[in-house]
């Protein structure tokens, strides 16, 4: 893994590599001692429709949702985006980032806590008779975010009732640069982190047909995910670097999330102590699809994911680097999860 990757993209994101030029050293005792915190939390999503004698509800019929051309070539910086098409559907990002530039001439110290969530976060639908993602594309391509660099999260969705989440933590601490003036630095170097990330809680309920009520001969009767593709191609992301969150969605009813952690710490040349604790958990979400059809009927059954694709290919994330996670899908009521923790101590 290269450096720049991690360490170096995420320094310059927030310093642009000139806060650690310096040429005097400060004075005896310098410290840094922060606590941030980030959350999206308790969002709802709750829709009921096709409750009608006939119980007709159709839904997110030729809607694509397009990356592509040169955006967001050559970004950088803290980068989050969301596109949708997909009726019914929750998206969201969540970025923590702290930067700790601390040097001493006896002491140096960077002690911090960083946390982010996303949780409690839902998703409710009820159809009768429901004919949902037909003819809905998601396609990122031709040099959409080639040589982009930094933190990227991006969620891009054209299914329908789908919830697509991302979670990310960086902390990078610089510590005790050496031989400022042309002298090292003799003091200790001390580095105590705690940083932890969670995408948890988090629910999706379908319910095609809520009550299971018959209407005159006509039951519940989903058709979801007609001729529904997921596209990532051309040169898209390639020689991106940093790190890379990215869930693309064409696939009715599903759950995408991604919980990237990454500590990175730099003590120099002087004497280093780390004491760092890393965590990042995506537990309890919750995905529940229930399709009540007459399968004695052929018009009146359970129809999913036909004539659906996903797709990576060309030269997509091509020389890319870094911490990558990716999701893409076209399957009818999926769960796709990421979760990476990464520690760097030099």
Wanted: with cysteine; glycine share 12%; aromatic share 6%.
């Amino acid at each position: 893994m290269k450096k720049s990757a991690i360490l170096v993209s995420a320094i310059s994101l927030a310093f642009a590599g000139s806060a650690f030029a310096w040429t005097t050293p400060p004075a005896v005792h310098a410290s840094s001692d922060k606590t941030t915190t980030g959350k999206v939390s308790g969002n709802s999503v709750n829709t009921f429709s096709g409750k009608s004698q006939f119980g007709n509800s159709q839904t997110n019929i030729g809607s694509d949702a397009v990356i592509n051309g040169s955006a967001f070539r050559n970004a950088a910086g803290v980068i989050s985006g969301n596109q949708n098409s997909g009726a019914n559907s929750e998206a969201s990002n969540q970025t923590n980032l702290q930067v700790n530039t601390v040097a001493g001439v006896l002491d140096t110290s960077a002690k911090t806590n960083g946390s982010g969530e996303v949780s409690s976060n839902t998703v409710e639908v009820g159809t009768i008779g429901a004919t949902i993602n037909y003819d809905g594309n998601s396609y990122m391509g031709d040099n959409a975010f080639s040589y982009a660099s930094g933190i990227i999260s991006v969620n891009q969705n054209s299914g329908a009732n789908s919830l697509l989440q991302n979670q990310t933590n960086v902390e990078v601490n610089q510590l005790s640069q050496a031989c400022a003036n042309g002298s090292c630095f003799g003091g200790t170097a001390y580095s105590s982190a705690a940083l932890k990330g969670m995408v948890k809680g988090n629910s999706l309920t379908v319910y095609t047909n809520p009550s299971s009520t018959y209407y005159y001969g006509y039951y519940g009767r989903p058709m979801t995910n007609y001729n529904a593709n997921a596209t990532i191609n051309g040169a898209a992301f390639s020689n991106a670097s940093g790190i890379i969150s990215a869930s693309q969605n064409s696939g009715a009813n599903s759950l995408l999330q991604n919980q990237t952690v990454v500590q990175a710490s730099t003590l120099g040349k002087s004497t280093g102590h780390l004491s760092d604790t890393l965590g990042g958990a995506v537990t309890g979400n919750m995905l529940k699809v229930t399709a009540t059809g007459n399968p004695s009927n052929p018009y009146q059954f359970t129809q999913t994911n036909y004539a659906a694709n996903a797709t990576i290919g060309g030269t997509a994330f091509s020389n890319a680097a870094g911490v990558i996670s990716v999701n893409q899908n076209t399957g009818a009521n999926s769960m796709l999860q990421n979760q990476t923790s990464i520690q760097v101590n030099k």
